[in-house]
């Protein structure tokens, strides 16, 4: 497993944007699909976008297409999450994960990713 540290969270107004990061430690990300999920208060945790192993595909959930983009770095060290036109529908506590999916598409089920970071909090006030 690898440590996940996310950061980049905190209070914005609505329509304004928010650049999440996702740092590995120990270790690079290469070979792993990487997801964003998040859990708002008296919710269950819900998939947001994932990225596969080399970039070259993404899947979003619809309450964020067109809004929401993953990227990761060329040294695989770090996965993002940009966050534009935000709603206060969009608060939550905002988690990363890894997985061992070594595939052409990244994984939208959470049972697939083995290892989460802490979560960091996003607040979208309207």
């Known amino acids: 497993q690898v440590q996940l540290v996310e950061s980049g969270g905190g209070l914005v107004q609505a329509g304004g944007s928010l650049r999440l990061s996702c740092a590995a430690s120990g270790r690079t990300l290469i070979g792993n699909g990487m997801g964003w999920f998040r859990q708002a208060p008296g919710k269950e945790r819900e998939f947001v976008g994932c990225?596969?192993?080399?970039?070259?595909?993404?899947s979003y959930a619809d309450s964020v297409k067109g809004r929401f983009t993953i990227s990761r770095d060329n040294a695989q060290i770090t996965v993002y999450l940009q966050m534009n036109s935000l709603r206060p529908e969009d608060t939550a506590v905002y988690y990363c994960a890894s997985s061992q999916l070594y595939a052409s598409a990244c994984s939208r089920a959470i049972g697939e990713y083995d290892s989460w970071g802490q979560g960091t909090q996003v607040t979208v006030s309207s």
């Open positions: 990225i596969n192993w080399n970039g070259a595909s993404t």
